[in-house]
């Protein structure tokens, strides 16, 4: 039996696919599909941003206009690096940090919270998170440390589809960390979380893009692209306003709302100096601003 055994494997042993080169061939094929698959899972929401923005954004903004704006506008190969590289690596520390967080969470909130209907859980899932995110982004723009690397977010001198996804990685963790820890530990559902994520990051889509609608209609309840690009507006009276990123009710609260209706946001941008290339946007926060970059001569 055991000559049998040792004849079999003598036999595929010369055969072409036991070569060392075939195998190592198949192992670098099997680690390259497994990591290609676990960036596929991770990217599947960049990659869909694109797909709808594509498809649905872009038309809409030939269609209605809010500025006249070339769909391959200046800068949008930036923005595409920060699309996906911020995309990720907002992701990552959480993926780690959930196990560790699902430790400290206390079962009886959770089992509290989990025991409502769904769409309770979802809408207080969306006001907390919404809370959390107002704070979070003032605070990114009242602490000078946060506004450099915020900074980036706002140098788009032209709001579109994709450049609502100028953000510096460093900006990215933060806000994942300062919306995402809280809103693990509270004991709400990876589910719940995911959905609201999702109408969060579907309609941030809008809000950034070149679009002219007014959704009046909207106006306190929901956040429209008109109140973002006031955020994003270099008017003095716009400034540090509009923090909300889907309930304004929070900037009403906290006395931060603007949306006057007779006058249309613009021109966007910050008044200190930002490069226009992506390895540049990474590096200028570490740089030491020079007194005549805080200039306000920018259009
Ligand atoms: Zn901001
Ligand atoms: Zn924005």
């Known amino acids: 039996m055991n000559d049998t055994t040792a004849l079999t494997e003598d036999k595929w042993r010369s055969q072409w696919w036991y070569q060392p ?5 198949i192992g670098l094929a099997t680690i390259a599909f497994v990591l290609g698959y676990h960036a596929y899972e991770s990217g599947f929401e960049p990659f869909t941003f694109i797909v709808l923005s594509v498809c649905l954004i872009v038309p809409l903004e030939k269609f209605i206009p809010r500025h006249e704006l070339r769909t391959f506008r200046p800068q949008l190969l930036a923005d595409f690096f920060h699309h996906f590289v911020s995309g990720f690596i907002g992701f990552i520390p959480l993926i780690f940090l959930f196990p560790i967080l699902n430790e400290f969470q206390s079962q009886e909130l959770a089992s509290l919270i989990q025991s409502q209907p769904t769409w309770l859980q979802i809408l207080e899932a969306l006001f907390i998170s919404e809370f959390l995110i107002y704070w979070g982004h003032r605070f990114s723009h009242e602490v000078p440390l946060l506004w450099r690397f915020h900074a980036v977010h706002h140098s788009s001198p032209n709001l579109d589809w994709l ?4 953000r510096h990685p460093m ?9 995402g820890i809280p809103m693990v530990l509270s004991g709400f559902s990876l589910v719940d979380l995911l959905i609201v994520g999702a109408i969060q990051n579907i309609w941030d889509m809008t809000i950034h893009a070149n679009l002219g609608w007014r959704l009046k209609f909207l106006d306190g309840i929901w956040v429209t692209s008109e109140f973002h690009h006031w955020h994003h507006s270099m008017d003095k009276d716009a400034r540090d306003k509009n923090y909300s990123g889907a309930l304004p009710v929070f900037d009403w609260l906290f006395k931060t709302y603007y949306l006057p209706s007779d006058k249309e946001p613009g021109p966007y941008g910050i008044d200190t100096h930002m490069p226009e290339t992506y390895v540049g946007q990474l590096i200028q926060p570490f ?13």
Not at 21 to 25: E, S, T
Not at 292 to 297: A, D, I, L, V
């Open 21 to 25: 080169w075939v195998r190592a061939a």
């Open 287 to 299: 740089l030491k601003i020079k007194p005549e970059e805080t200039s306000t001569e920018s259009s």
């Open 163 to 166: 450049a609502g996804e100028r």
């Open 171 to 179: 900006d990215q963790v933060y806000m994942s960390f300062f919306v």
